[in-house]
């Protein structure tokens, strides 16, 4: 798949709900401008915000969140700065793709996390991304993205957006119910969260 990661799309970014877990995506757009793919997000996750954090950030389990991320692991960390590689497999029509990115992630103020991906031959020419985290109340998570993405790659002109913003909001829904499930692990094992 064209796989434009959500975190980290994401990433990477973000699969099985249950009925207690009701997370949302509130906004969407994506649009295309001479190649580049403009994303930006905002969903709601139904769990408090260091929980949902720390499963967003848990860099050597990102395959927890999505089973179109196929590996994830840490190559250096120091600080507030992680390098990641992360492998993505999917399809989309009939267009498959396997997606291998290096991510330079930097922790921010203010629960804010940038993401800058090295460039690599039949991936992706160019990506930054920028997500916040921010607490609603003490169980709801509000979590921002946008990024700017440049694939190396084909995608159909016309319909690339569309095809694009479909494949996204049904991986982001995904990856918010496993959010859900990973940070609130009491409610379906009567077990709390390690801290």
Known sequence: MPKIN?????????CIATSTQAGSIIKVFVGEQDGHFLIDLTMQVNAAKPQVIRVMTDYNQLTRLSDTIVSSEIMEQRGNYTRIKLVNEGCVLFICETITQIQNINKLDYDYI???VEPLADNIKFSSQLWHFESLNTEITLIHYS????PDFW???VIGSW????????EVQLIINNAEKLANPEAATG?????
């Open 6 to 14: 959500i975190l980290i799309l994401l990433s990477s970014l973000f």
């Open 114 to 116: 940038s993401v800058n």
């Open 147 to 150: 990024a700017d993405v440049v």
């Open 155 to 157: 995608i159909p002109p």
């Open 163 to 170: 095809i694009v913003q479909k494949r996204l909001v049904e």
């Open 191 to 195: 077990a709390y969260p390690e801290e």
